[in-house]
């Protein structure tokens, strides 16, 4: 495991200038959080939650949260990954470090691998305590000055994407919003769809988006996108953000994939039964974020080519995507999101 973006600050007197100046350095439009542990929880995904709380996430309370899902360790810090690589986290500023157990610090470590963020610790007792994944970083400072200098500091600028305003889209390949490019003669088409044979493979979005103009997004309220936007889990977020911009079914969604969304998030293809119609959609500026964290959630976990990138929300988890349609009764996505299977 590297170390090198990984400082441990040491205050051994526990001064709450430490503190304070480590919760006034929490700016996520810059790219800098601070992540509070939460005091004597048990919970084993307990870490990864405060690092979701920390990137606006909220999950839904109760025993029959549809965030269960993220009481397992392992979906709850990958979902934290990928908000933290889809929004560009540079820096992660963690206090009473002391407080965490190996484990939990392991997990940090992990994380931080997986985001490429620098990672501060504020160990706030005496640093003979230091475990032995700490114990070798070699990053250490200690000081008020140094403090402030350190959270100056940009950070490492990870992978992550841009959302810039869509490009517009001219010249005579430009043809109707949402149809499909170039069709085929019709002798390909009933070929392709004889039986036994595969459909005709659809193009990506950015290959599509040269011919095609993308249909406009729907409009919706400042409050339900908010409230999409502080949804925890990266692909019910996302997929329930292309059912109110667009408006289609979820079947749509079933073979999505990652070349589906263009690299600037701007634009993204649904896919219609044996491709026949596969509808390219223009992405609005607040879904960008969402469907960023989608396509980084699936480029973190192996997948075999081919794969839809909403799959697992969309079948073993389908019921948890339903119960968020529910949760959001002004953009009426019960009835499409009812179509999944159990």
């Known amino acids: 495991m590297v170390y090198d973006d990984v400082t441990i600050v040491v205050d051994e007197q526990d001064d709450l200038f430490y503190t304070r100046a480590a919760l006034q350095a929490h700016r996520p439009g810059e790219g800098r959080i601070t992540v509070q542990p939460t005091p004597a929880s048990g919970s084993p995904a307990a870490l990864a939650h405060d690092m979701l709380y920390a990137l606006g996430k909220r999950l839904a309370p109760g025993p029959n949260s549809p ?3 993220l009481d397992s360790v392992n979906a709850a810090w990958l979902a934290a990954a990928a908000w933290g690589v889809a929004t560009g986290v540079r820096h992660v500023v963690v206090p009473r470090a002391h407080l965490l157990t190996i484990r939990r610090i392991d997990q940090l470590l992990a994380w931080r ?6 990672l501060t610790l504020l160990w706030q007792k005496a640093p003979r305590g230091l475990p032995p994944a700490l114990a070798r970083v070699e990053r250490r400072i200690s000081g008020r000055g140094q403090f402030e200098a350190l959270l100056a500091e940009p950070g490492p600028i990870p992978a992550r994407p841009s959302f810039p305003p869509a490009p517009p889209m001219a010249g005579p390949a430009v043809v109707a919003a949402g149809q499909s490019p170039a069709p085929r003669p019709r002798e390909a088409r009933a070929a392709s769809l004889r039986p036994g044979r595969p459909a005709h493979p659809c193009t990506g979005a950015m290959a599509t ?3 095609v103009q993308a249909a406009p997004a729907l409009e919706i309220a400042s409050e339900e996108a908010a409230a999409l936007a502080a949804l925890a889990h990266p692909l019910i977020a996302g997929a329930l953000s292309v059912l109110a911009f667009t408006r289609a079914g979820l079947s749509n969604l079933r ?9 600037d ?3 993204i293809k649904l896919h219609g039964v044996v491709h026949r119609d596969c509808p390219l959609h223009a992405v609005p500026a607040w879904a960008r974020p969402l469907l960023a964290g989608a396509r980084a959630h699936h480029r ?3 997948h075999p080519p081919g794969d839809g990138m909403f799959a697992p929300a ?3 988890e389908a019921r948890h995507l339903r119960a968020h349609a529910g949760r959001l009764p002004r953009l009426d996505l019960s009835l ?5 299977v159990p």
Do not use: K
């Open 300 to 302: 973190l976990t192996p």
């Open 255 to 263: 073979f999505t994939g990652d070349l589906d969304i263009t690299g």
């Open 209 to 211: 988006a040269q011919l």
């Open 336 to 340: 499409p999101a009812g179509t999944l």
């Open 314 to 316: 969309m079948v073993a």
């Open 113 to 118: 691998e997986s985001t490429g963020a620098q």
């Open 265 to 267: 998030v701007t634009a």
């Open 67 to 69: 965030d269960v899902w």
